[in-house]
C-alpha cells in the first residue's frame, strides 16, 4: 500500500469515519486512498471554510475527529478562520494538508508557500512528514494530539502519499482524564462555603447534561450564581436541565453581572475577559479583589469534580434547580428578534441542535429557550464570523436523527454560505433561518460605543448591507436548498413549522 | 488627530485612494478616519478574499497600492489565498489588521491570535505598531515597501488609532528603477548572437506594451523564439502587439516547448519550473544543457533592458513581429470551450480588461484573442483559486472607463462569489462569464494523471459539481446582479452582445 493509504488505514482504524475535504494536485492519492477503506465518507464542501467550520461542529457533537482535507498553504488559509473558532471551542480536528512533493518544495512553484507558519496560530500540533514510511505513524500522532481536544495539522507532501509505505500505525489510547485533586476540590468547597457572594462559570464539559446536574447540586448547597461562558461551544439546555445565568458579552455588563462575586470557581471556562479592549474598562471582568479558583485544569474530568465538590457541600434539603418545561406562545405580528427568537422556541422539536451565530438577532432566542424540549446549544466560540452555516453542517453530519437548526445572522452567514450546497448535497436535516436585518448591526452599535457618534458616508457605508439588498432565497436555490422569504411573526411559524417537519435542507430567510 | 487618522492622511498624501474593506471592532477608529481624508474611497466586500483579490487586480492594473482593512487574525486569514496570488503577480498592497488593544493581548480574548505567524507567509513586509505616535511613520514605511511590487502589512492595535498622534508622515519617494547594466545586456546579447536556438521568457513589465515592443525587436534580431508566462500577472495582448508563445502548463509539454532551446534569457520571469512535482518529471523545465541568463534583476528597468538588447542585436531589416487584427467569426451551435473563447475574442470591445480564471475552459480563448483589439490579460499567478471575480472588482474600480470581463469557472469561482455584491454595490462594467462545466475538471485530469485510472465513488464525489447542480442565475441575482443561462453558442454571442453594450454588471452562466 502506498503512504496515503496506510494514512486512510490508519484513521479508520483508530475510529475516524468522515473526511471534509476540497482537495486539489497534490492530494490525488490521498483522494484515491478515501476508495480504498470501508467505511471512511468523503464530503465536498465548495470552499475551505466550510470543511473546518464543519469538522467543528461534528467534533462539538461527537467527541471526535473528523479528518479535514485540504489543499496547500492558501487551501489550508480558506480553512484558519474556522479553525480558530475550533481551537477555541475545544474541538478535536485533524487536518490533513498536502504539500509539493519533497524535491519540488525548494523550487517555489507558484503554489508553493510557508504551511507551518499559517498552520501554527490554530493548530496545537503541526508535522510535516518527509517519507511515506512516515507517515502512517505521523497520522497515529495526529490523532492522539485531537483526542485531546485539539487540532493537529499534518502536512503531507503528494510524493509521501503515493510511495510505498507498509500498512497502518495505531495510535495510544486517549488518555483517561485524571482523577480530580481530593485537596485542591476540598479547598474550592471551603472558598464556597466562606464565600458572600460565589459563582460557579461553566464551560467546555461543565455544559453537559451531566455536569450541569452536578453544577445544580453545587448551585443550591452553597448558595452559588451558575453561570455560564457568553459563547459555548457546546450547552445542554432546555426542561429539567439548570438553566446557567449568561455572562454578558459587553464587558461593562459582564463586569457588572460579577461585581459583588467575591469567589468565582470557574469549572471548564477561563477566568473570564472581555472579548475587546475598550478605553477604560479593565480586560479582565471579575472584580478586583475577587478568588477566582479553577476547579479542574484540562486533563482532570471536570465532571467527576463537580459532583465530588457538590459531595463536600452540605445538603439543604433544596432541589437543584432545573428549567421548567415552559415554552412561549408561537407569537403573532411583527417579525423582530424578540418574535423570532420566540417563535424558535416554541416550536424547536425534541433534541434538536442549535447552531447559533445569529449576532445581535440571536440573543432573545436564548432567553427564551431555557425551557424548551432539550436540546444542544452552539455558539461562535471565536468570533471569526462565519462559522454558522458550516457548523451546522457537521453536527448534522454527526447526528443525522437530529434536527439541526441555523440560527444565523445575514451578514455572517455571507462568509461561508457554500455550506448550503453541502447540505443540499448530503440531504441534511438543516433548517436555516437567516435573521436579515441587512446590516453588520454589531459594527454600527461598536461605532457608537467608540464614540462615533454621527459616522460619515465612508464609514455607514462599511455597516450597510442594503445597496444591493441580499436575496436569500435567490442565493439558496442557487445551491440548491429551497428556501422562502417572510416578513411576519405569523409566516414565519408557518414556515417553521413546515421546515422543522421536512427532511432535507430548507431555508427560511427573515426579514427584520 | 488621533492615530487612525493620521495614518489615512499618510496614506492620502502618498496618492493612496481606494481602501477595500471588511472591518470589525477593533478597526472601527480606521474606518471612522475614512472620512475625515477627503479623497479616500471605501469598498465593502462581504468577504475578505474580495477585498484582497480586489486589491490585487487594483494593483495589477494601476502600479500603486490599495489598502485593506480587515479584521485581527481570523478576517486576514480569509483574505490569505488572494494574497497569495498578489505575491506572485507583484502587486502593491498595504493591509491594514487591527489587533486587540496592546494591554488587551494579554488577555488571549476569544479573537486574539497570532497575526504576524499568518501574514508573513504572504508579506514582504510585517510590522506591528506599538504606540499611536509610531503609526503615521508605520504607514509611511509601508507605502513605501509597498511601491516596491510587494505586500506590506500593518498590524494595528485598537488603542494605537484612537489614541492621539501627531500629523502624517511622508513616505521615501519611491527609488526609480536602475539602468541596466551595461556589461550583463551585452553578455546577454553576445549569447543570443552565438545561440542555435534561443528563446526570450517574458514576465512583469515585459508584459507591457513597452516592454513587449522591444522583445518584438530582440525576437526578429535575434531569430529567437519569444515566450510568455504560463499565468502572467498582467499582459498586454491584440492586435498590434507581440504575441508570444504560452509555456503550457503540463510540465511534459512545457520541458517539450523548451527542449532545444540552448540559451533562455529571462526578462520579468523566473527560471521556470513545474506548477506540480510529479513521479520521474524534473523540477526546472528548461533543458538540462540550456543556458538562463536573468535580463534584469528585480531592482532594474527591465523595458530599458529589453531595448538595449534590441539595440546591442543587428538589425536585420525584418519588421517586429506583431499580431495582425484578425478576429474568429462569431460562432454558431455547440457551446464548449472552444465556441465560448471564440465569441468572446469575436466580440470584445477595444480596450478590455479580460481577467481568465477560467481553468480548463479558459485555454481556447487565449488562443483566440491574439487579434482581438488590444487589451489586458489577467491570470491566476499563484494557483490559489477564487481569484478572478475579486480581481475583475478590483481591475474595474481602477480603470472605470474599460469593460472588464471575468472568464471565470464554476468550481473557483465558488470560492469568492461575494465578489458580484460589490460589483452591483459600486455599478462596476464587469462581464462575467461563468464556465459552468458543473466539475472540478481539472482534478478529473489530475487524478489520470496520477495513475487512478478508475477512481471510486468517494474520489469521484470530490471532482463532481452536480448533485446538487449550482445555478449561478439565482446565485448572481441573490447578490444584486442580473444574470441569465445560456446553452448554445448563438445565445451566448446574444447575451454577451448585450453585456457588452450595457453599463453595470451582470453575469451569463455558460453551460459546457
Redesign the interface.
Known amino acids: 500500500m502506498n503512504g496515503a493509504e496506510s494514512l486512510m488505514r490508519t484513521a479508520r482504524a483508530a475510529g475516524v469515519e468522515v473526511c471534509f475535504?476540497n482537495?486539489?494536485?497534490?492530494e490525488?492519492?490521498l483522494?484515491?486512498a478515501?476508495?480504498?477503506v470501508p467505511g471512511?465518507?468523503?464530503i465536498?464542501g465548495?470552499?475551505e471554510?466550510v470543511c473546518t467550520g464543519a469538522a467543528d461542529g461534528y467534533g462539538r457533537m461527537l467527541g471526535r475527529p473528523a479528518l479535514t482535507l485540504l489543499h496547500l498553504?492558501?487551501?489550508f488559509?480558506?480553512g484558519?478562520?474556522n479553525l480558530?473558532?475550533a481551537r477555541?471551542a475545544g474541538s478535536p480536528i485533524v487536518n490533513l494538508i498536502g504539500d509539493?512533493?519533497t524535491?519540488?518544495r525548494?523550487?517555489?512553484?507558484?503554489?508553493t508557500?510557508?504551511?507551518e507558519?499559517?498552520a501554527?496560530?490554530?493548530s496545537a500540533w503541526v508535522h510535516s512528514v518527509e517519507s511515506a514510511g512516515e507517515l502512517a505513524a505521523a497520522g497515529a500522532r495526529a490523532i492522539e494530539n485531537a483526542a485531546d481536544n485539539q487540532i493537529a495539522t499534518l502536512i503531507v507532501p503528494?510524493?509521501c502519499q503515493?510511495e510505498e509505505a507498509s500498512g497502518p500505525a495505531r495510535p495510544a489510547p486517549a488518555p483517561r482524564a485524571s482523577e480530580p485533586d481530593a485537596a485542591q476540590v476540598e479547598a474550592i468547597a471551603d472558598a464556597l462555603r466562606n464565600a458572600q457572594s460565589p459563582a460557579l462559570l461553566l464551560g467546555r464539559r461543565g455544559l453537559s447534561k451531566a455536569g450541569l446536574a452536578a453544577a445544580a447540586k453545587v448551585g443550591a448547597r452553597a448558595a452559588c450564581r451558575t453561570l455560564g461562558e457568553t459563547?459555548p461551544a457546546r450547552q445542554e439546555r432546555g426542561a429539567g436541565i439548570l438553566n446557567l445565568e449568561r455572562l454578558p458579552y459587553f464587558p461593562e455588563q459582564a463586569a457588572e453581572s460579577l461585581q459583588n462575586v467575591d469567589v468565582l470557581v470557574t469549572a471548564g471556562a477561563r477566568d473570564p475577559?472581555?472579548?475587546?479592549?475598550?478605553?477604560g474598562v479593565p480586560?479582565?471582568l471579575a472584580a478586583k479583589g475577587c478568588r477566582v479558583l479553577d476547579l479542574a485544569p484540562s486533563a482532570i474530568d471536570l465532571v467527576a469534580a463537580l459532583e465530588r465538590l457538590a459531595d463536600l457541600l452540605p445538603a439543604t434539603g433544596e432541589a437543584a434547580p432545573r428549567s421548567d418545561a415552559k415554552r412561549p406562545e408561537v407569537p403573532s405580528g411583527e417579525l423582530n428578534p424578540a418574535s423570532l427568537g420566540a417563535a424558535l422556541a416554541a416550536l424547536q422539536p425534541d433534541d434538536a441542535i442549535v447552531v447559533d451565530e445569529g449576532a445581535t438577532s440571536g440573543l432573545p432566542y436564548f432567553l427564551s429557550a431555557a425551557g424548551a424540549p432539550p436540546h444542544s446549544y452552539m455558539a461562535l466560540?471565536?468570533?471569526?464570523i462565519?462559522q454558522g452555516l458550516p457548523c451546522a453542517t457537521g453536527a448534522a453530519i454527526a447526528c443525522p436523527d437530529r434536527r439541526v437548526i441555523a440560527l444565523q445572522a445575514d451578514?455572517s452567514g455571507?462568509?461561508t454560505l457554500?455550506a448550503l450546497?453541502t447540505q443540499?448535497?448530503e440531504n441534511l436535516n438543516v433548517t436555516t433561518v437567516i435573521c436579515a436585518n441587512r446590516s453588520y448591526r454589531?459594527?454600527q452599535v461598536?461605532?457608537a460605543?467608540?464614540g462615533?457618534a454621527e459616522?460619515?458616508?465612508?464609514?455607514l457605508?462599511?455597516t450597510d448591507?442594503r445597496?444591493?439588498?441580499?436575496?436569500?432565497?435567490?442565493?439558496?436555490?442557487?445551491?440548491?436548498v429551497a428556501a422562502v422569504r417572510v416578513e411576519n411573526a405569523d409566516d414565519f411559524a408557518r414556515e417553521l413549522k413546515r421546515s422543522l417537519a421536512e427532511p432535507g435542507p430548507s431555508l427560511i430567510e427573515a426579514l427584520l
Chains 1, 2 share one sequence.
Open positions: 475535504a482537495p486539489g494536485t497534490t490525488m492519492p483522494v484515491a478515501l476508495d480504498s471512511m465518507r468523503a465536498l465548495l470552499f471554510g498553504g492558501p487551501g488559509a480558506n484558519i478562520a480558530h473558532n477555541r509539493q512533493t524535491w519540488h525548494d523550487a517555489d512553484a507558484p503554489l508557500s510557508d504551511i507558519s499559517l501554527r496560530p490554530v503528494a510524493d503515493w459563547f475577559v472581555a472579548f475587546f479592549g475598550y478605553a480586560s479582565r466560540t471565536g468570533g471569526a462565519g451578514g455571507m462568509y457554500q450546497w443540499a448535497r454589531i459594527l461598536e461605532l460605543r467608540a462615533i459616522p460619515g458616508p465612508q464609514a457605508s462599511l448591507l445597496r444591493p439588498e441580499l436575496d436569500w432565497t435567490h442565493l439558496a436555490r442557487g445551491l440548491g
